[in-house]
């Protein structure tokens, strides 16, 4: 079946500008999960969702960034007023189980690429 | 806080063995492993949980040492495919926190 799609895979942004990144996460996952992910280093958590409610954003760098996933399927992340130290890739990650179980293997896309000038 | 990888970067034959280790200064609960190959997603190898259960993938195998706050990722007869940067995680409820990786590279 369909895996985790991301998009834009590419984007380049003006500093200042606003961004929007899509994630469409495998069809009946409940849990979404965003990371940003720099150059060589591991993924960062960004914030987690459970259907439609956002239980963590506490990984959120500041509040220039907002995550939502209004009816429990498709999730945007927004970053507005983009600053340079944005540039990463954003990963997008989706489980079909609950957190609170103890088995949720993440099933991550191929993230987006943003590089601001 | 970021869990702790070791090594750094290790290369291999085709055929030989090799151990990635995953330190915690936090106690340890579960010790999520997963792949990553240049340019792509990570993929899911293997869940860990204290008292033992674990849920895998392959010809890979893990495993738990709640005491020392460790988890060990075992890489027996390596193929090319396995060639990748390993991660590992430790869940804090929602949140994975990944270490630095380690990047395997495995040769003809």
């Known amino acids: 079946g369909a895996g985790v799609s991301q998009s834009p895979r590419y984007k380049v942004a003006k500093r200042g500008q606003d961004v929007a990144l899509r994630c469409d996460p495998i069809s009946g996952h409940v849990s979404l999960f965003w990371y940003q992910q720099a150059l060589g280093q591991g993924p960062e958590f960004l914030t987690y969702f459970q259907n439609e409610a956002q239980l963590d954003k506490s990984g959120l760098p500041s509040d220039r960034f907002f995550a939502e996933r209004p009816e429990g399927s498709v999730s945007t992340l927004k970053i507005q007023r983009t600053q340079q130290e944005d540039s990463a890739v954003y990963l997008c990650a989706s489980s079909p189980r609950w957190v609170g179980q103890l088995f949720y293997e993440q099933y991550f896309g191929p993230g987006t690429r943003l590089t601001v000038t | 806080q970021q869990p702790v990888q070791s090594p750094q970067a290790v290369i291999l034959r085709e055929g030989e063995d090799a151990v990635i280790n995953c330190s915690s200064s936090?106690?340890?609960?579960?010790v999520h492993w997963y792949r990553q190959k240049h340019g792509e997603a990570p993929v899911f190898l293997m869940i860990l949980l204290k008292g033992g259960e674990q849920k895998g993938h392959e010809k890979i195998s893990a495993s738990f040492n709640e005491k020392k706050q460790q988890s060990s990722l075992y890489l027996t007869a390596s193929q090319l495919s396995y060639s990748g940067t390993y991660f590992c995680?430790?869940?804090?409820?929602?949140?994975?926190?990944f270490g630095q990786g380690t990047e395997l590279s495995v040769k003809p």
């Open positions: 936090k106690a340890l609960y579960s």
């Open positions: 995680g430790t869940a804090q409820g929602g949140k994975l926190i």
